[in-house]
């Protein structure tokens, strides 16, 4: 019995030491059985269709959409004006009054001045018009005389022509005792070319014994002047200066007597000549054509002076007012008389004061109680809460993306806004201010965010953040952005092929922070893997389809290993215990 006993206590704990031997292969073989699963496995989401947003961030000053400077109405002194620069002001809220004292005395002024301008104006319209009215008449004189001038002109002409007619004939007769004198002159030009050449040639002798007579005279002059250092030199200048006066007197001398000889020739010939024209028969009152000719021509003459003179009346400046000159003086004087309103109508304006006309903020001041003002002067300007909009600067990798009446959010002093971009510049500016440090950085475009529903909470002049909705596309396949890659072959995503990783390029659309529009490259139901890992292209591959779930399974197979090796222990911890309790028995 002992030995059997002893035997038990070897075989037991050895079998229950190879129980154990065997359940830990069996799990380990598990544990790398699903290792290498879990190697192979990788997370994929199915390509959806579904709407996605496209915005625009950006930050931008908050500005009033309208401001209106407030001007007096009156001249007066300033009785009130309780408010200062930054108070928030209500419609209808008074803020100045006036004191109306002086008010009389310079509306009178004024209306003395609007009267002077009228007066002024119409005696300048008068004068027009008559100038107006001698142009026209002027104008139609110089049209009949025209005609008549037309007419006597002609008139002229067919006279001219019958004269012509009469005259021929004697014409004829004339021509040949016109030419026997031509001939006569001919020859006399000819000894008068001759003779005007020599006459030239003793010019030109004659003017040569002037030059040096006059040099001899000078010489003499200096040598009288020095006479007695050298009265050899005296007497010498004296014979050369009567040599030169001999010279002078013999060409003169010659040369009157060639320039009388010349003359004598052209004499004879401007005789022949005038013989010629004596020739021509005097027509003067031998015809009644001829008294009837001269008659029409000095009537000719005095219609078109006549016709002269009014014409110069009528293109000439008259001094009558343009158009643009009348139109001129009567908006000054509707300016004078707009600014000189009737007592009653100043004194009324001015017992109302001035209330503000929308709820808004004092943005300038430029009065003070007692001041005097003038009409028309500036006192204050008002900048609508009720109007407001946000500047922002838009950089230029996204200002093509705005467009006017695209919707957005502000946000400022914890407040949210909807608003509306009303307008975008359509000029960059370098260096825009602005904490967007992407406009700043480089030119920017300014563009306007119409507040759609402000309150009185807002402040002008603050920094508010503004989010554009700027593209938005609906019922398209999208992903999510970090599924989207960007290589040097362009934009492409991870899919699984039959458990194959395959790389897929793609085309974006739209695209917000969280997902993108794929236009090309991706049909719907496609599974995409979001991060395939240290896995390459070509590699086989397990797709899990979401992140929490795999995070699960992960869980679950390591709870499973772990319970797998606590009933292992416990089950050969139970054989342990059974076979001491065995044993103890049998002894």
Not at 126 to 132: D, E, G, P
Not at 193 to 213: F, H, L, P, R
Not at 318 to 338: D, F, V, Y
Request: proline share 1%; net charge negative; with cysteine.
């Amino acid at each position: 019995m002992k030995k059997k006993k002893k035997i038990w206590k070897i075989v037991i704990p050895a079998a229950i030491v190879f129980v154990i031997i065997i359940i830990v292969a069996i799990k380990n073989a598990a544990s790398a059985g699903q290792q290498i699963a879990e190697a192979m496995m990788v997370e994929g989401i199915t390509a959806e269709t579904g709407d996605v947003t496209e915005t625009v961030e950006t930050n931008g000053t908050v500005i009033s959409g309208e401001q209106k400077a407030i001007f007096s109405p009156v001249n007066a002194s300033v009785e009130t004006a309780d408010f200062r620069v930054g108070d928030l002001v209500k419609s209808g809220q008074k803020l100045v009054t006036f004191n109306l004292k002086d008010l009389e005395e310079q509306n009178q002024k004024a209306e003395l001045t609007v009267k002077a301008g009228e007066l002024g104006y119409q005696d300048s319209v008068s004068q027009s018009n008559k100038a107006a009215g001698r142009q026209a008449d002027a104008r139609n004189k110089a049209a009949q005389l025209q005609a008549q001038v037309n007419a006597k002109e002609q008139e002229v002409a067919n006279l001219t022509n019958a004269i012509a007619g009469e005259a021929s004939a004697q014409e004829a007769s004339r021509q040949q005792e016109e030419n026997d004198r031509q001939d006569q002159v001919s020859k006399l030009q000819e000894q008068l070319k001759i003779a005007k050449e020599e006459a030239d040639s003793a010019k030109k002798s004659y003017d040569k014994a002037v030059t040096s007579q006059q040099t001899a005279q000078v010489n003499f002059d200096a040598a009288a002047a020095a006479a007695e250092n050298d009265p050899d030199k005296l007497e010498t200048a004296r014979e050369k200066l009567n040599k030169a006066n001999r010279d002078l007197a013999d060409t003169k001398s010659i040369y009157e007597t060639k320039q009388q000889a010349a003359d004598s020739l052209q004499q004879q010939i401007e005789g022949l000549q005038g013989g010629l024209s004596a020739s021509v028969p005097d027509m003067s009152g031998e015809s009644d054509l001829q008294q009837r000719l001269q008659a029409a021509q000095a009537e000719l003459a005095e219609l078109k002076g006549n016709l002269e003179s009014q014409k110069a009346i009528a293109e000439g400046d008259s001094g009558a007012l343009s158009s643009a000159a009348r139109e001129q003086m009567q908006t000054n004087n509707n300016l004078a008389e707009l600014e000189s309103k009737s007592l009653e109508e100043l004194i009324a304006e001015g017992q109302k004061g001035i209330s503000a006309e929308f709820d808004g903020v004092i943005s300038d001041k430029q009065i003070v109680e007692g001041a005097m003002v003038t009409q028309g002067m500036q006192l204050f300007t008002l900048q609508s809460i009720e109007d407001v909009n946000v500047e922002v600067t838009l950089s230029k990798n996204v200002y093509a993306k705005v467009r006017e009446g695209q919707k957005a959010e502000i946000t400022l002093a914890g407040q949210t806004y909807q608003g509306t971009v009303k307008r975008i510049s359509r000029i960059a500016v370098d260096g825009a201010a602005g904490t967007n440090q992407a406009a700043v950085s480089s030119a920017s475009i300014m563009a306007t965010i119409h507040i759609d529903n402000p309150d009185d909470n807002i402040f002008l002049g603050v920094d508010a953040k503004v989010t554009i909705q700027a593209a938005e596309a609906k019922d398209v396949i999208i992903l999510p952005t970090e599924a989207v890659n960007i290589g040097k072959d362009g934009t492409f995503c991870w899919v699984n092929k039959d458990g194959i990783l395959t790389k897929r390029s793609i085309v974006t659309g739209v695209t917000s922070d969280e997902c993108a529009e794929i236009t090309q490259g991706l049909d719907e139901g496609e599974t995409v893997i979001v991060d395939p890992g240290s896995h390459e292209e070509g590699d086989a591959i397990t797709v899990m389809e979401a992140t929490e779930e795999a995070e699960s399974g992960t869980d679950e197979s390591s709870e499973t290993d772990k319970s797998g090796q606590e009933e292992a222990t416990e089950e050969a911890e139970s054989g342990t215990d059974e076979s001491s309790e065995a044993d103890a028995k049998a002894e």
